[in-house]
């Protein structure tokens, strides 16, 4: 690594928007949650494919690290640049670049934001719905195969990417998939780049599918007796195919947690949280229906947000969600867990989960996208304790672990970054060989984001 | 490539179920369309996982090729075994191993047939939508990312495939996806595998998602006075956000060869046939607007099939629309294309195509997936005619570089085979190299199915 050499051979491309000061290289060490880093040796703040792919053959003849930067809302040090080098912000690059309505795509680059992009959006008709509550970036979300709390109706990145440009680690440009709505033409780069965190390539566009504004939107608020109630309606829900646009799970804990920091009057019980989208006629059946099935598993406070602002007050209280479990506990950082089950074992995976919090002086909230099978805990820790840090460590072990003998995954939508490397072979088996042999394909000097999803050479 | 070495080997595993007799072999040679090539070297039928392993520890050790087999019915010539080698036939692989309604997912060997899996389901109120018309094997439809009628309202293979099991070319076994609903673990192996057509390791077992049968289905026959109102009404529909659950486009010369094939009364026009899936109040909210816009768009004959026998008529006619459009011409052969562009672009691209085949002598009757911008000219060609081969050639060029100059793929649903080899660069430039590394990485003897997908070693 001849750092030096290959900052010089940058500023030559960008002058002051490679930066070396201290406060932005801090900035760029920085985490939402208990997992640290040091900085990087630099930041770079291109403004164009052409600028990356540059700083990606710089960086390659010098051996340099590359960390690509969104918004930094990613919850395991995905950002973090664990061995130094250049990370690269791409705050700079944040424009749409070509809106199709007929063909309800857009084409943007990776630093606008998802609620840029719909405000962009608010009067076309149309908006992008995946919704991980932070305002994450559009690049880092592909990166991390995003998701959250509308990914029940509309899918996650995974499903709303149609095609991307990544400039490889050598600075060549490939572009993925195309603007039709499907296609068969060969192996699926679209989909092998969602969700490698940056590993193989640093995304500098994407075309993404639009849905279109639902005419009619209904939500309600639903107190359950217990937990099992509230799942068992999810599952009942889900099977009788009602189209749900979000159901989202709080227990009591979150519930306070929410009561303090939103200024809501909910009963401390377990809850859930759902929209209905279509139209008028459709939306008032799904409702009818659904309230049906939530009586019969014994939800007997029920709420319907029919007004707009009733709604946003809803879904800013539920993105504020992580921040009100925080506040639970001044000083405390999170640990946020993320595991997915089959919906069959959800009720099972929540209830041993909270029999191990119950045992635990360690706090942990429970909140999730039930109708993916998706829950967090969020432990709250204190950072200067070794004992909280280690019995999170546990918890979140514990987690894992009884999500894979379920059948599930150890990260439904946060990814890997390095606070999950160590269950990628448990998870994979063999498949993380294989995912090794990609890395080695694609990155063969492994200088795009070090340290992170496969196993170190 | 020491072929007698190895299938002693094999036979030492399988017994009579490796076949070198020569009708097994000529079976194994036949494709549906113009594409042809010699016979392997012998057919493998195993019956588990654990035999596929064998077979490709030996064949590595061999150095001989090995190419999965489906139903044969792709359309590319992707399952011919360019180089000779072992075809492996998943027929007897064929069971349901798992079925977990309450997570509305199947786990199922390869050989499995899409109608096998639909009547083993009848009763459960689930179904698994992706249909290619053909009966082809569910190994076979996630090898080649098959979509069909159904694709612009549950997807496509790529949509509906959860998890895999793959052999490796070496006989490492793996395990792509979970049964959890979404997961943000790792590179999407099971991504990669969907659509490699046998290219990178060969599936033994998927994990499919399942959805509900709908309460109530509609479907509908509406003759329009051109393809472009009928196009326009698609796009129109799409865009009102009108949920259909299938909506195909027939042209005249396609109405006249289903008139005849299936004793029809359609009038020789253009027509699309549309479903609609949802509850009884939703399907005739839905159809109500649909009507709405095709008469404005022209549709003056307008059929409803309420019936279930009326349905099942129509679509089993419209499955039959390759064999009747053959028999307009008997003795001719199929050169089926297969473009998908952006919906905005689909007149242009119909347009254009019939333009170029009014002034062909080869006949070309077009129809089409076109909810998705996917559609097909079947040329009808006299095999025996090179002349009429060179002309087919040139009108399906013509369409594929069409295609991609209207920012669609040069095939929607049916794949590359060696049929489509030369247009892989045009679509791909520099990711077609990535392709190659990736084959490289998974494969680096080049056992699987080679002479397909990537550039020859
Ligand atoms: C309060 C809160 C709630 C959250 N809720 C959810 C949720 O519901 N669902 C969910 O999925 N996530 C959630 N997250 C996590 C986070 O928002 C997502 O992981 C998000 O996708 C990260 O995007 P980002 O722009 O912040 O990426 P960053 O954190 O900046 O980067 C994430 C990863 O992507 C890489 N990367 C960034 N940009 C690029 C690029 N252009 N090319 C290549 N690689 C790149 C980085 O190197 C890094 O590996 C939440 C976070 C917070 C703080
Ligand atoms: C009349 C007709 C209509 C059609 N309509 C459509 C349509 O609407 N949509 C559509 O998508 N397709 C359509 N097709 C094409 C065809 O049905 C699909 O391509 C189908 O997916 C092929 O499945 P198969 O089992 O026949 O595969 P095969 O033809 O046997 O093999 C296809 C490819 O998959 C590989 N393969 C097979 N099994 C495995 C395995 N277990 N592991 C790894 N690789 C394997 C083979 O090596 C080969 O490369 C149609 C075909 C016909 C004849």
């Not at 303090?260 to 009057?265: G, K, L, N, P, R």
């Not at 006629?281 to 602002?309: C, K, L, N, P």
């Not at 909270?354 to 909230?365: F, I, K, N, Y």
Request: proline share 5%; charged share 20%.
């Amino acid at each position: 690594m001849r750092i030096d050499a290959a900052l010089g051979d940058i500023e030559a491309v960008l002058g002051e928007r490679l930066s070396r000061s201290r406060p932005v290289r801090e900035q760029h060490a920085q985490s939402e949650t208990h997992l640290h880093a040091g900085p990087p040796d630099a930041v770079a703040f291109p403004r164009s494919t052409a600028e990356v792919a540059r700083i990606a053959e710089i960086c390659t003849a010098h051996r340099v690290p590359m960390v690509g930067w969104g918004a930094g809302t990613s919850l395991e040090g995905h950002a973090l640049a664990l061995k130094g080098g250049v990370t690269i912000d791409f705050a700079q690059m944040d424009r749409i670049l070509e809106l199709r309505p007929e063909d309800m795509i857009v084409r943007v680059q990776p630093g606008l934001t998802r609620e840029g992009l719909n405000a962009a959006l608010r009067d076309t008709g149309l908006f992008f719905p995946v919704d991980p509550g932070a305002d994450a970036s559009l690049g880092g979300m592909a990166a991390t195969r995003a998701s959250g709390t509308t990914a029940v109706r509309y899918g996650t990145m995974r499903d709303n990417v149609l095609g991307l440009e990544v400039v490889l680690s050598d600075g060549r440009v490939i572009r993925t998939g195309t603007a039709a709505p499907k296609s068969s033409s060969g192996y699926d780069l679209t989909a092998l780049m969602v969700g490698s965190e940056g590993t193989l390539g640093l995304i500098t566009e994407l075309t993404l599918r639009l849905h279109g504004q639902p005419e009619a939107v209904s939500a309600a608020v639903c107190a359950f007796p217990d937990m099992g109630a509230a799942v068992g309606c999810v599952i009942e829900t889900i099977q009788h195919g009602i189209p749900m646009a979000r159901i989202e799970f709080l227990d009591a804990a979150s519930v306070t947690a929410c009561n303090a920091y939103a200024q809501m009057e909910m009963p401390a019980v377990p809850h859930l949280l759902i929209e209905f989208h279509g139209t008028e006629a459709g939306v008032a059946e799904q409702a009818e229906r659904f309230g049906e099935i939530a009586a019969e598993h014994g939800s007997a406070d029920f709420q319907w947000a029919t007004r707009t602002e009733d709604r946003a007050r809803l879904w800013k209280m539920r993105h504020a969600a992580y921040r009100a479990c925080l506040a639970l506990r001044p000083g405390a950082e999170g640990w946020v867990t993320d595991v997915c089950v089959p919906i069959s074992r959800l009720a099972e995976a929540v209830e041993e989960t909270q029999a191990d919090l119950a045992a635990s002086p360690v706090p942990g909230p429970i909140l999730g996208h039930v109708g993916d099978g998706n829950f967090h805990a969020i432990l709250l820790v204190d950072p200067q304790s070794a004992e909280e840090l280690a019995e999170a460590k546990r918890l979140s072990g514990r987690m894992a672990e009884r999500a894979l003998r379920l059948g599930g995954t150890v990260t439904g939508e946060h990814g890997i970054g390095f606070g999950k490397l160590g269950y990628m072979e448990a998870e994979h088996g063999a498949g993380w060989a294989v995912m090794g042999a990609i890395k080695q394909a694609l990155d063969p000097l492994g200088l795009l984001n070090p340290g992170k999803m496969v196993a170190s050479a």
